[in-house]
């Protein structure tokens, strides 16, 4: 076995051990870490929350794995002193000896403090280190000589976190720094003077273009800074946070290469001058620069894990040094090339001085790639301004919209990153977007798993998109490729797969498979396709060849219910029914002993039928005029009306007769997910047409046509698409809204999340659907009368068809009933039995 | 329908023509009292597996779309959607679940069970 000698057990180095923990799945290495300081690796990105109350446990980072890991030997307390290179061994100040086959270093870095003429005064302190906090801490809070006032040298990063620290200690705090502005690194003059107006409304003292010349004694027995200006500043605490300097003593003992101002050179796969010996994190020096943040350090133990591991091609390229964090309850965020030092970008900026934000946006010369950004005040939209310059996605036509306020109706189409960690994701097991992201931070990175660990989307399965997006955002948030392929056997997304089917005249899953895909496919693709293929096509979907693609509702044109039944629900046109009608229903809910309810949707749904019994039921309902509801299906299920003009005091138009023209023209049409529809006759809203798919609201001048809302787990209200609309205008503008979307739209998408996460939002539907900004007008409503045309009730088709009746029985070889359906009476109707009503037995 | 012991002897038993079966679906079989789900592929290859869906408690995993992961032959739950091996009845999401198996034979057209 080979033996790692890792050398410093800061933040990198431990990601170093854990990297090297997880790639060595042979148990090849064991690992020998020495820790200059006492405590184990913690995390000093979150330092400043010690004097908030988090102690140094809640810090720390390491498990207790890593010393229940045998194969780990965390040494701390001790300085590794000298490396014989040729003996190949490291030794401690305390004298021991342990040989290495390769070395780590991450000794980290120091702070820098500058020269100035009375720096090493008592009462001056660095701030990096726990120790260094309770120093501070104790100075802060000496009962001989109580300090009063507080000053941070360094206006950067870390010098503001100091200055929280020091004013969470309940001093007057000062931040003195030398450039003209606080963050110069990450932030342009503008938003470093937002920073600065907003640090100081919170008590704080700032002052730039400081230079301190010297400290002497103070008047009140504490320090009295001199600056070169000529100005004066006394204090009873001075915190260095100046910037940081590499601890390369070791690497320079060896006579390794080493920058000009200090660092351990390394090459791209973070190995020293001496191929045995690697560097990473703060202490290493890729390509002239030292890296401050953590997440390059980070970047940097994964690559030389992984080269150690044996992956010779593993490689640093360099890391991105956006950031974002909250400087005393400011979110600050710098994304890129926030300072727009490319030649010939672009800025947009949006401030708003009452509300303390400031954002700006760097985009390339053509407009079409962010390039770089800087928020101030709010920063919730990192994360899809990360992604936009990250992934080089083409921005939107508007890029403005990205940093002004979302307009009232608006949406950003930014999808589920704008959602807050608090939201309600799955409402069945009560799981939070933040436990799903916790989840993917702890590893989890397809659905299978996130569903496994945090159970979310594992009961009605209704919040599965949501937590794809979730998951695929997260991802990318990680530097994640990812891919929206269908499933295992098609590379491709819905809508390439639509496409590809619907242009190359594509008629069976075989064809499309053989094509563009691999294998037998799944419970995922073959819905998938059958529903484009119905969109395209519109062929009978329990054709032969249609038929095993087919959903287990779609198979049995019946809704599953739990027990292995199914429900009916017949459709019934705008919600108008005849007496006659409403009997009929009545009667075979009697004479089949059907559960019978009332629907939501204005319809009546008929439980409890046996799937030998469907066609029966059906043969029923088709002879008093009944047409399949398509309950069973992702497609539209029903418009649902108010009694409108005809009766109402108050309608201004016809909401029955529009809603069963609507519905007649969209029976059976099967898009990504269903669709509800729903008219009212005034602007009362009876009908609650805005919280449908497609709502229309009748006016005094015709019809208002509103979208993409959502009732169901996360409710949306629909937005207004176009107005006063008249009859024809409507049926034209919603023809290529639903064909738009059955064309574009994600498995298993509804409307709502479809423009949400689409670029451009409701402006960019309105544009494509009302002033056919793509030329596809005419296409679409062509598309959509064909469907229409080739509309047949797929019940009267069934009941017709002896092959088709054949798979309506429970047994192959047998009349016999499904014994295991057993139902007991409650409120005069039938139920399932639960498991205690059952005898026993019935599994078999 | 009372508890009653099982006899523990197995015999072959004629479930149906393989015309009976669409290609790539699953028909219900009555085999000795005990309900077997029949799978057809689209090379004619026959698998039986339990009807009973042990995660929803119903007898309906032969009403379940087939198809394969990662290479192996499988059906999904209609009703929560888990997947089983069809050649093992292994189920693919949890460890601790697998449905019984039965072999299948096809002779002349015509598929045998033995259950």
């Known amino acids: 076995m080979r033996t790692l000698v890792v050398v410093g057990h800061g933040m990198v180095g431990h990601r170093l051990v854990e990297a090297m923990r997880s790639r060595d799945t042979g148990d090849t290495w064991r690992i ?4 200059a300081e006492s405590r184990a690796a913690y995390d000093r990105v979150a330092l400043s929350s010690y004097f908030e109350g988090v102690d140094a446990e809640q810090l720390s980072l390491v498990g207790p794995e890593v010393y229940a890991d045998e194969l780990v030997e965390l040494r701390l307390g001790e300085q590794v002193e000298h490396v014989d290179q040729v003996a190949r061994s490291v030794r401690t100040a305390s004298g021991a000896e342990v040989g290495y086959d390769a070395l780590v270093l991450a000794t980290g870095s120091y702070p820098f403090v500058p020269p100035i003429p009375g720096r090493d005064r008592r009462g001056c302190f660095v701030y990096r280190s726990i120790e260094d906090l309770e120093a501070i801490k104790t100075a802060a809070r000496a009962t001989a000589r109580r300090a009063r006032v507080g000053t941070v040298i360094g206006g950067g990063l870390l010098g503001l976190e100091a200055a929280k620290a020091l004013k969470d200690l309940g001093l007057e705090t000062h931040v003195v720094e030398f450039a003209p502005r606080l963050m110069a690194v990450q932030l342009d003059e503008a938003g470093g003077q937002l920073l600065r107006r907003q640090i100081e409304a919170l008590g704080v003292f700032v002052h730039t273009s400081k230079g301190t010349k010297e400290i002497v004694d103070g008047a009140g027995g504490g320090h009295r800074m001199v600056f070169a200006d000529g100005t004066a500043l006394e204090t009873d605490l001075i915190v260095y946070s100046a910037g940081i300097r590499p601890h390369d003593e070791l690497a320079r003992a ?10 351990i050179v390394i090459d791209d796969h973070c ?29 940097m133990a994964e690559v030389a894990a992984r080269h150690l591991a044996g992956e010779a091609d593993a490689r640093f390229s360099g890391a991105d040094m956006s950031t974002k964090l909250k400087l005393m309850g400011v979110d600050v965020a710098s994304i890129g090339d926030a300072l727009g030092t490319t030649p010939g970008v672009l800025n947009y900026v949006y401030t708003d001085p009452v509300k303390g934000i400031y954002k700006k946006l760097v985009v390339s010369g053509d407009g079409k790639s962010l390039r770089g950004a800087i928020l101030v005040g709010e920063a919730a939209d990192y994360g899809s301004l990360l992604q936009l310059a990250q992934n080089a996605i083409p921005l939107p036509e508007h890029p403005e919209d990205l940093i002004l306020p979302a307009r009232e109706g608006g949406s950003k189409g930014l999808g589920v990153d704008l959602l807050p960690a608090t939201a309600l994701i799955c409402s069945c097991n009560s799981v939070t977007k933040g436990g799903i992201c916790d989840a993917i931070a702890a590893g989890c990175a397809s659905i299978g798993t996130l569903k496994k660990e945090t159970k979310a989307s594992t009961t009605c399965g209704g919040c599965g998109p949501l937590v794809k997006q979730i998951l695929d955002c997260e991802l990318r948030k990680r530097g994640v490729d990812v891919k929206n392929h269908l499933c295992e056997h098609f590379p491709y997304s819905r809508q390439e797969l639509f496409h590809l089917t619907r242009v190359g005249g594509l008629k069976t899953f075989d064809e499309i498979i053989s094509k563009h895909g691999q294998g037998h496919g799944c419970d995922v693709c073959k819905p998938a396709v059958a529903s484009i293929l119905a ?16 959903d287990t509702n779609d198979h049995f044109l019946a809704n599953l219910q739990k027990d292995g039944t199914y429900s009916i629900v017949p459709r019934v046109p705008g919600g108008e029914i005849t007496p006659g009608k409403l009997i009929v229903l009545g009667e075979v809910a009697k004479k089949f002993g059907l559960y019978t309810k009332i629907t939501g949707a204005q319809r009546i749904d008929l439980f409890g039928a046996r799937v030998e019994q469907l066609p029966l039921i059906w043969r029923e309902l088709v002879d008093a005029g009944f047409e399949s509801g398509h309950a069973y299906g992702k497609a539209l299920r029903t418009v649902k009306s108010c009694v409108g003009s ?43 047409a805005q919280g449908k798919d497609v709502g229309i609201i009748a006016t005094e001048k015709g019809w208002n046509l509103y979208v993409c809302g959502n009732g169901g787990i996360k409710p949306r209200h629909a937005d207004l698409l176009a107005q006063d609309l008249d009859s024809k205008t409507l049926v034209q503008t919603i023809d290529r809204f639903l064909m738009f979307y059955i064309r574009t739209g994600d498995r298993l998408q509804r409307t709502a999340t479809w423009l949400d996460n689409l670029e451009g939002g409701i402006d960019y539907v309105r544009k494509v659907v009302c002033e056919d900004s793509l030329g596809l007008g005419a296409e679409l409503e062509a598309d959509m009368q064909r469907l229409a045309d080739a509309y047949e009730c797929e019940w009267k088709k069934a009941i017709n068809d002896p092959e088709t009746l054949k798979r309506f029985r429970h047994f192959v070889n047998s009349g016999e009933p499904d014994r295991n359906v057993v139902f007991v009476a409650e409120r005069g109707q039938i139920r399932p039995a639960r498991a205690d009503e059952r005898e026993p037995e019935m599994a078999t | 329908m009372s508890a009653r012991p099982r006899v523990d002897m197995k015999e072959w038993v004629v479930v149906c023509r393989l015309d009976d079966i669409v290609p790539n679906t699953g028909v219900c079989a009555l085999v000795g009292g005990r309900q077997v789900a029949v799978f057809r592929l689209d090379d004619d290859r026959v698998y039986a ?18 198809g394969d992961l990662k290479g192996e032959l499988v059906v999904a739950s209609p009703v929560y959607k888990q997947h089983f091996s069809l050649a093992s009845g292994q189920c693919l999401e949890d460890p601790g679940v697998r449905v019984p198996v039965f072999p299948t034979r096809l002779e002349d057209g015509v598929v045998w069970v033995e259950a």
């Open chain 1, 32 to 35: 020998v870490v020495f820790g």
């Open chain 1, 254 to 263: 060896a006579k390794l290469g080493i920058g000009e101002r200090g660092g």
């Open chain 1, 271 to 299: 190995r020293t001058s001496d191929p045995d010996i690697y560097a990473v994190g703060e202490c290493a020096l890729w390509n002239g620069r030292i890296y401050g943040l953590v997440a390059p350090g980070y970047q």
């Open chain 2, 49 to 66: 597996l339990s009807n009973h869906d042990p995660f929803s408690r119903a007898n309906v995993l032969s009403r379940g779309i087939v």
């Open chain 1, 535 to 550: 969109a395209c096509w519109n062929e009978y979907i329990l054709k032969p060849k249609h038929a095993p693609l087919q």
């Open chain 1, 646 to 688: 005809t009766w109402c005091r108050y309608g201004v138009q016809d909401s029955v007769l529009m809603a069963i023209n609507i519905e007649n023209r969209y029976r059976g049409l099967r898009a990504p997910h269903k669709l509800k529809m729903g008219v009212s006759g005034c602007t009362r809203e009876c009908a609650e």
